[in-house]
């Protein structure tokens, strides 16, 4: 059978960026809540799933933990400043993760036709795919970050200025942000290799367990990848070294700590273009 082109968009887009910025958001938030309340309708299993995926995340932590019974620093960090990375890496990963994780399963949908009616909805195919299967039960991993990041704050013995308390607040926000954007640039590329969910995880779920340790005791030519490549040290490396007081292994230059906001734009504006490129290029499958 030919392939053919999906069915565009039966209604115009709303006029303005802004318009449309309310309008994805908007379709988003229904499709969330359609998901939410489905998955509240067994609420049993709900608790269950949750607690359990809280669980599970939190047996890397007691890895490190353990770890941290034979030595007393891992390439030349304390407990609680591993602490510091695992919590802001787990929390910012488990964000973009409750917001667009559904994403990784794009290749799935191409494959078997299904985005195809995601397309003739006169709304945004991205709010659509991202919020679709919405999954509360996600915040089990954010939640058990956080309590790992609150005892690592209470051990660190630092004076949290307002400086430190703003870097650490940022961080949380820029790196959901670049995390997400991970996300949606692995889906778009999902249009084009239709089963490459697995190399999509390596990048996210590979990428948040790195951060989980402290840069130096990886090669340096890593942790320039992760500088100037797919820039995940912005998420929590380059911040955490001002935030803990720490020496950069790497020699960068002081800014760099503060410019996860310029990293995450960068990503997001990357992540989007990738996103249209995607989409148009996506044949039906003609099912």
């Known amino acids: 059978m030919a392939e053919q082109r999906a069915v565009p968009a039966a209604l115009p887009a709303p006029a303005g960026l802004p318009a449309r910025i309310y309008e994805a958001l908007r379709v988003y938030a229904l499709v969330a809540r359609m998901w939410l309340r489905a998955s509240l309708a067994y609420r049993t299993s709900f608790w269950l799933t949750t607690i359990g995926n809280a669980v599970t995340s939190g047996l890397d932590f007691a890895v490190i ?39 990784d399963q794009l290749g799935q949908r191409v494959r078997d036709g299904s985005v195809d009616t995601v397309l003739v909805r ?5 709010a659509q795919l991202g919020a679709d299967r919405f999954a ?12 790992v990041l609150a005892w690592a ?22 790196g959901s942000v670049i995390f997400g954007s991970v996300f949606v640039a692995g ?6 290799a239709t089963d ?35 820039p995940l040290a912005f998420v929590n490396w380059l911040p955490a070294l001002y935030v803990l ?31 249209r490129a995607g989409l148009r290029a996506y044949r039906s499958t003609g099912s």
């Open 196 to 230: 490459a969910a697995e190399v999509q995880n390596s990048v996210t779920y590979g990428g948040a367990t790195m951060l989980q340790y402290p840069p130096t005791i990886y090669a340096r030519d890593l942790v320039r990848g992760v500088v100037y490549g797919v």
């Open 187 to 192: 889906a778009a590329f999902q249009f084009f």
């Open 245 to 275: 007081g720490l020496p950069d292994p790497l020699g960068l230059p002081g800014w760099f700590r503060f410019a996860s906001p310029v990293a995450a734009l960068v990503c997001a504006t990357a992540a989007g273009l990738a996103w």
């Open 65 to 103: 933990a353990i770890m941290f019974l034979h030595t007393s620093a891992l390439g030349g960090w304390t407990l609680p400043q591993v602490a510091f990375l695992y919590g802001t890496s787990g929390a910012t990963l488990g964000l973009a993760d409750l917001a667009v994780g559904s994403l």
């Open 122 to 126: 006169p709304a945004a195919a991205l």
């Open 136 to 147: 509360l039960r996600r915040t089990g991993r954010v939640v058990q970050s956080l309590l």
């Open 153 to 174: 704050v209470s051990r660190l013995h630092l004076d949290w200025t307002a400086g430190r308390l703003l870097v650490t607040a940022v961080l949380l926000v820029c």
